[in-house]
């Protein structure tokens, strides 16, 4: 069974470039059997999908967020990232990395993922 474990800056300014690190252990990232993805909850509303990557290093985004992210991976250390340019307060959430075990199809649907990590909260604000 993975773990994932979410790690950030916490609090960000306007306009920033924010980076989240999903530290993944009991599996590789490259194992066929996940797809790794990124959700978040702002304060009071949904879920919201963001992206995910595959075993293969593909990558498929919520076309809201499209421009401002690329998700990408470190093998070394079995890590999934993703970077959020010209950051608002909107982006202000928990974020969540979240893993697909044996997915059929790419899913968009945060109910469809098996595993979570705990979460981690980014603030943005001046």
């Known amino acids: 069974q993975v773990q994932l474990q979410e790690s950030g800056p916490g609090l960000v300014k306007p306009s920033q470039t924010l980076t989240l690190n999903c530290t993944v252990s009991?599996?590789?990232?490259?194992?066929?059997?996940?797809?790794w993805s990124w959700i978040r909850q702002p304060p009071g509303k949904e879920l919201e999908w963001m992206g995910v990557?595959?075993?293969?290093?593909?990558?498929h985004y919520n076309p809201a967020h499209k421009s401002r992210t690329s998700i990408f991976r470190d093998t070394s250390k079995n890590q999934i990232s993703l970077p959020l340019t010209s950051a608002t307060p909107e982006d202000t959430a928990v974020y969540y990395c979240?893993?697909?075990?044996?997915?059929?199809?790419?899913?968009?649907?945060?109910?469809?993922?098996?595993?979570w990590g705990q979460g981690t909260q980014v603030t943005v604000s001046s």
């Open positions: 979240a893993a697909d075990y044996w997915p059929a199809r790419i899913s968009t649907a945060p109910m469809e993922y098996d595993y």
């Open positions: 990557i595959g075993a293969d290093g593909s990558t």
């Open positions: 009991g599996d590789s990232i490259t194992a066929s059997a996940y797809a």
